[in-house]
């Protein structure tokens, strides 16, 4: 059974830094891209960053490019996602979602699994 | 960046209706598109890939149909599990780009 489970949400203040981590399992993680899908209160879903199998190709959304950065540990089956100059918009519910082909690009392939979420509240 | 516009917003409408919601890309994406369902205080749940193939486990009332860049979700027959907010999202390029979401309500 795939699962994936958030971890390192919080309540942070504007300008500082979180890591967030989803381990997996039920798969062979390093055969699927991933992704970071984030959503604001009462929002809808905004796709955050997504990295290939390999962990050798990221990519993000224009709104946290320079900020956020996307990263796995095959050996551990983990995926990160750090998070620095955080601001009030940046506050969501972040989820990790896995990649339904294997060995494709972030793209073509859509989002089978999806973890529960973790809560990322950047407030003073 | 493809742009992806999703309607309605919001519907009500009643147990056994047909709802049909839409998104339409603003260049063609070929089938690179999937349909979401999602309840309150829940992740998305995935009802449709590649535009129209049925997700297993996903009752046969959800069609998807479309590509290019008009793109449809289809529930006949709307039962009370199925209120809920849905979404479609684009795989096509970067950035993956979902729908605004229409969030179907009870009648």
Same mark, same amino acid.
């Given at each position: 059974?795939?699962?994936?489970?958030?971890?390192?949400?919080?309540?942070?203040?504007?300008?500082? /830094?979180?890591?967030?981590?989803?381990?997996?399992?039920?798969?062979?993680?390093?055969?699927?891209?991933?992704?970071?899908?984030?959503?604001?209160?009462?929002?809808?879903?905004?796709?955050?960053?997504?990295? /290939?199998?390999?962990?050798?190709?990221?990519?993000?959304?224009?709104?946290?490019?320079?900020?956020?950065?996307?990263?796995?540990?095959?050996?551990?089956?983990?995926?990160?996602?750090?998070?620095?100059?955080?601001?009030?918009?940046?506050?969501?519910?972040?989820?990790?979602?896995?990649?339904?082909?294997?060995?494709?690009?972030?793209?073509?392939?859509?989002?089978?699994?999806?973890?529960?979420?973790?809560?990322?509240?950047?407030?003073? | 960046?493809?742009?992806?516009?999703?309607?309605?917003?919001?519907?009500?409408?009643?147990?056994?209706?047909?709802?049909?919601?839409?998104?339409?890309?603003?260049?063609?994406?070929?089938?690179?598109?999937?349909?979401?369902?999602?309840?309150?205080?829940?992740?998305?749940?995935?009802?449709?890939?590649?535009?129209? =193939?049925?997700? =297993?486990?996903?009752? =046969?009332?959800?069609?998807?149909?479309?590509?290019?860049?008009?793109?449809?979700?289809?529930?006949? =027959?709307?039962?009370?599990?199925?209120?809920?907010?849905?979404?479609?999202?684009?795989?096509?390029?970067?950035?993956?780009?979902?729908?605004?979401?229409?969030?179907?309500?009870?009648?």
């Amino acid at each position: 059974e795939v699962q994936l489970l958030e971890s390192g949400g919080g309540l942070v203040q504007p300008g500082g /830094s979180l890591r967030l981590s989803c381990g997996a399992s039920g798969f062979t993680f390093n055969t699927y891209a991933m992704s970071w899908v984030r959503q604001a209160p009462g929002k809808g879903l905004e796709w955050v960053s997504g990295i /290939s199998g390999s962990g050798g190709n990221t990519y993000y959304a224009d709104s946290v490019k320079g900020r956020f950065t996307i990263s796995r540990d095959n050996s551990k089956n983990t995926l990160y996602l750090q998070m620095n100059s955080l601001r009030a918009e940046d506050t969501a519910v972040y989820y990790c979602a896995k990649g339904s082909r294997p060995a494709r690009p972030v793209i073509r392939s859509d989002f089978d699994y999806w973890g529960q979420g973790t809560l990322v509240t950047v407030s003073s | 960046d493809i742009q992806m516009t999703q309607s309605p917003s919001s519907l009500s409408a009643s147990v056994g209706d047909r709802v049909t919601i839409t998104c339409r890309a603003s260049q063609g994406i070929g089938n690179d598109l999937g349909w979401y369902q999602q309840k309150p205080g829940k992740a998305p749940k995935r009802l449709i890939y590649a535009a129209s =193939s049925l997700q =297993s486990g996903v009752p =046969s009332r959800f069609s998807g149909s479309g590509s290019g860049t008009e793109f449809t979700l289809t529930i006949t =027959s709307l039962q009370p599990e199925d209120f809920a907010t849905y979404y479609c999202l684009l795989h096509n390029s970067y950035p993956l780009t979902f729908g605004g979401g229409t969030k179907v309500e009870i009648k």
